[in-house]
């Protein structure tokens, strides 16, 4: 299985500002995936982050808000831009192994005032 | 299009009995099928999966899932709860298209009471 760490692993936030999460995976991988678990909530894809391509985002996910770079096969980063108190959420980093399961990160749990 | 359903938001057991988390899907070819594990301030943990072979499948913590392609449905099923298993379980499904991407439920919080 993979090892992913989430950096930082909680922020409390102004509104407006902007934050980036960084995801580094101790194995080269493929794709990485940017969830997003809002409080009492499920979690929702936002975007694949692919080396060496723009990420593909999901629906009502823009790359204006939610940019990502991906420079190399084990690392990647996702910025919340201009946050809003809606953006409190969990931050997930994962991976999908070889046998098709998701491994995932601590997550980041982001807090806007 | 892919869906997955968890209908009980709460299961509640006592230590030492069977429980059983439910879960149903809809793909359009051959599903994928896992369960996950999400502890407190805590990452989501893989507990087992389903991709082909037998139904019964086995997994971390004493943890079973079984597949039911008649009933479209992966329930997780444990045969003695323990306090520990307490958590909110998640099931997710994928089709087997290599482009498909992991579809979670909306999360089932497992109560276990002393």
């Known amino acids: 299985s993979a090892v992913i760490s989430q950096k930082p692993s909680r922020d409390i936030c102004q509104r407006g500002t902007s934050l980036t999460i960084q995801c580094q995976v101790d194995s080269q991988v493929t794709m990485m995936f940017w969830y997003r678990q809002q409080p009492g909530q499920s979690l929702t894809l936002i975007a694949t982050a692919n080396q060496g391509s723009e990420a593909t985002y999901e629906s009502g996910f823009v790359i204006d808000k939610f940019p990502i770079s991906r420079p190399n096969l084990t690392f990647s980063t996702l910025t919340v831009s201009n946050m809003s108190p809606e953006d409190s959420s969990i931050y997930l980093c994962s991976v999908r192994a070889n046998t098709g399961e998701l491994f995932f990160g601590e997550g980041s749990r982001l807090t806007v005032l | ?114």
């Open chain 2, 1 to 114: 299009a892919q869906s997955v359903a968890q209908p009980e938001d709460q299961v509640n057991v006592a230590e030492g009995n069977p429980l059983t988390v439910k879960c149903t899907y809809s793909v359009s070819g051959n599903p994928y099928l896992f369960w996950y594990v999400q502890y407190p301030n805590r990452g989501l943990q893989f507990l087992l999966k389903y991709i082909t072979g037998d139904n019964l499948v086995k997994g971390s913590y004493g943890f079973e899932a079984e597949f039911n392609k008649s009933q479209t449905s992966f329930h997780l099923k444990k045969p003695s709860a323990l306090v520990s298993d307490s958590a909110l379980y998640f099931c997710a499904v994928r089709d087997d298209s290599s482009a498909s991407k992991i579809i979670f439920g909306s999360g089932t919080r497992l109560s276990i009471r002393p």
